[in-house]
């Protein structure tokens, strides 16, 4: 047993691609077509982080989901492939969701999905003030960072007892570790790190998987 992080890279990274997930076909498919949208497209989760998202969907008995930032639809429909949830997706870009509802279509998941173009702040107050307060299993963030505690405080509330908050992106490349990195969305996250690993409102642990994922429980 070691205490040592292992870098994934050269043939460790091989295997691991090999063995740590197995992606649906139709997931792989929008991969390939997300990757067009060019230097946008590393904004798509990565593969083995939907795999993650979709088990833990399914180990939780998730029934009502809430994702803020869906882009092209991979981290929805990884869950909605893995699950019977009904989730509702918030974005502004009708671009790139526009992608996402041609790929839930095609896996007919369609129907368990609904689209908000709204964006995260009004789609949350709109939540709220019609009663859902504390009706959805699971929130994953993954829109605009300096958000993040907006949406995070919103997301608790809406979230059951028990619920899960995912918050995406938390590593930052690794600038959320380097004080030379001041702008606002390093600074945004930095600050929502701190505050998570100490509320007394939820038990967590962040997860270096992609670009870092926190799982924050709701006590």
Known sequence: MST???ILEGAILDYYRAHAFREPPLLAELRKETAAFGEDAVMQIAPEQGAFMGLLAQ???ARRILEIGTFTGYSSLAVALATEAHITAVDVSKEWTDLARRFWKKAGVEA???LRLDGGHAAIADLLAGGEAGSFDMVFLDADKSSYDAYYEGG?????????????NVLWGGDVADPGKRDADTSALRALNAKIATDPRVSHCMLPIADGLTLARKL
Not at 160 to 167: N, S, W, Y
């Open 4 to 6: 040592t992080a292992i």
């Open 59 to 61: 180990l939780m008995g």
């Open 156 to 168: 608790l509330k809406l979230l059951r007892k028990g619920g899960l908050m995912l918050v995406d």
């Open 112 to 114: 368990r999905i609904t």
